[in-house]
Nanobody, 123 residues
Framework: QVQLVESGGGLVQAGGSLRLSCGAS????????MGWFRQAPGKEREFVAV????????YYGDSVKGRFTIGRDSAVNSVYLQMNSLKPEDSAVYYC????????????????WGQGTQVTVSP
């Protein structure tokens, strides 16, 4: 188990950018695969991106491919999600998640979750 805290959400105009950060604490954090998911009101949880324990592999959901970038910052035990060219449909609560044993794109593959950070993109 690791403890995860998301930050960096907020309100931005369409076409703008935000950088989310997920701070992680716990032993052997570097062995966890880290993912980002999002959920809008009335919608199912959606896979956004995942990065392997040592920085690879990296996968993105089709809806964000080419616009979002996931990365790890080992110096501060964090994972970031750089979001560019934001669209109103990107508005959601974004969650950071960690998996100790399995790298996947389903929520059930991840055992630890943060509380989420709100991202709102205005027209």
């Amino acid at each position: 188990q690791v403890q995860l805290v998301e930050s960096g959400g907020g309100l931005v105009q369409a076409g703008g950018s935000l950088r989310l950060s997920c701070g992680a604490s716990g032993r052997m954090y570097e062995l966890y695969h880290m993912g980002w998911f999002r959920q809008a009101p009335g919608k199912e949880r959606e896979f956004v991106a995942v990065i392997g324990a040592y920085g690879s592999p990296i996968y993105y959901g089709d809806s964000v491919k080419g616009r979002f970038t996931i990365g790890r910052d080992s110096a501060v035990n964090s994972v970031y999600l750089q979001m560019n060219s934001l669209k109103p449909e990107d508005s959601a609560v974004y969650y950071c998640a960690a998996s100790r044993l399995r790298l996947g794109t389903s929520g059930g593959d991840f055992g630890s979750w943060g509380q989420g950070t709100q991202v709102t993109v205005s027209p």
